[in-house]
């Protein structure tokens, strides 16, 4: 079965780093995109940034580009998402979630295999 698994996530001050990491299973990332997610309490789920897996293509959020970097380690089928710069308004739970043939649209209505969520919290 498909399960995608987020590490990473934890409490950083601002202006700090963290680096998540989605682990897949029961796939192979090719021909998938592999999104990240975030929702704060009270505010509806939105797309970070996704990469295809095929294509390499990737996609930032206006509230994290310059900030934000993800990548892939197609030999340990696993997507990063690097957050630096982080700010408080950057504090959610992280998701990431897998579609079929890319990242479009970024929605996340789109993305049918999803882990179970990091909390990152930056605070001072």
């Known amino acids: 079965q498909v399960q995608l698994v987020e590490s990473g996530g934890g409490l950083v001050q601002p202006g700090g780093s963290l680096r998540l990491s989605c682990a897949a299973s029961?796939?192979?990332?090719?021909?998938?995109?592999i999104g990240w997610f975030r929702q704060a309490p009270g505010k509806e789920r939105e797309g970070v940034s996704c990469i295809s897996s095929s294509s390499g293509d990737r996609t930032y959020a206006d509230s994290v580009r310059g900030r934000f970097t993800i990548s892939r380690d197609t030999a340990k089928n696993t997507v990063y998402l690097q957050m630096d710069s982080l700010k408080a308004e950057d504090t959610a739970v992280y998701y990431c979630?897998?579609?079929?043939?890319?990242?479009?649209?970024?929605?996340?209505?789109?993305?049918?295999?999803w882990g179970q969520g990091t909390q990152v919290t930056v605070s001072s």
């Open positions: 979630a897998a579609q079929v043939y890319g990242c479009y649209p970024m929605r996340d209505i789109y993305f049918t295999s």
């Open positions: 029961g796939f192979t990332l090719d021909l998938y995109g």
